[in-house]
T-cell receptor, first 108, second 114 residues
Framework: AQRVTQPEKLLSVFKGAPVELKCNYS??????LFWYVQYSRQRLQLLLR??SRESIKGFTADLNKGETSFHLKKPFAQEEDSAMYYC??????????FGQGTELSVKP | DTEVTQTPKHLVMGMTNKKSLKCEQH?????MYWYKQKAKKPPELMFV???????INESVPSRFSPECPNSSLLNLHLHALQPEDSALYLC?????????????FGPGTRLTVT
């Protein structure tokens, strides 16, 4: 089965606190994993992909094949990070399979 | 031009109406997608066009009819919709289908069926 699980529907942290958005996947093969972000009233946009191993807006994500996880982390959350975050897996057919999303709320 | 544009931004239609959603990209992308997104839910894939040919239909009801008139345009024709079809309809494109290319999303059309 091809599945992406984001166990937290809502994550609320204070500004400056570390944040970790969890993502676990199920896929028989080499997964291609992404994090997408959707700010309020804005379009869905790619935040990170595992193959590029880069840091965007202070966020990083490491693929852990042993734990089948691709958690998104940021050491110091900012208020402008408040948004909906979707973890997604792309299968070999090119289809994006999204998790249910985690709403991140960063309080001042 | 590095954006996917969608028109209209908002659409209200009755269950007996016929309307169309339009999507356009001028990035030379050869794959285009329609997604449906309900509030605070992930996008659900509906259709994929690859080189102007329909390559994936995710068992979408026939009241939704996609069309790709050329490589830059993607339409979604709507007829006899139900209130539960009310959602944000997203268009996306990527340079190539099925490979490691980023999907660029449009802002969406918010559809309300009354």
């Amino acid at each position: 089965a091809q599945r992406v699980t984001q166990p937290e529907k809502l994550l609320s942290v204070f500004k400056g606190a570390p944040v970790e958005l969890k993502c676990n996947y199920s896929y028989s093969g080499s997964p291609e994993l992404f994090w997408y972000v959707q700010y309020s009233r804005q379009r869905l946009q790619l935040l990170l992909r595992h193959i590029s191993r880069e840091s965007i807006k202070g966020f990083t994500a490491d693929l852990n094949k042993g734990e089948t996880s691709f958690h998104l982390k940021k050491p110091f959350a900012q208020e402008e990070d408040s948004a909906m975050y979707y973890c997604a897996l792309r299968n070999q057919g090119g289809k994006l399979i999204f998790g249910q999303g985690t709403e991140l709320s960063v309080k001042p | 031009d590095t954006e996917v544009t969608q028109t209209p931004k908002h659409l209200v239609m009755g269950m007996t109406n016929k309307k169309s959603l339009k999507c356009e990209q001028h990035m030379g992308h050869r794959a285009m997608y329609w997604y449906k997104q309900k509030a605070k839910k992930p996008p659900e894939l509906m259709f994929v066009y690859s080189y102007e040919k329909l390559s994936i239909n995710e068992s979408v009801p026939s009241r939704f009819s996609p069309e790709c008139p050329n490589s830059s345009l993607l339409n979604l024709h709507l007829h006899a919709l139900q209130p539960e079809d009310s959602a944000l309809y997203l268009c996306a494109s990527s340079q190539e289908p099925g490979l490691t290319y980023e999907q660029y999303f449009g802002p969406g059309t918010r559809l309300t069926v009354t």
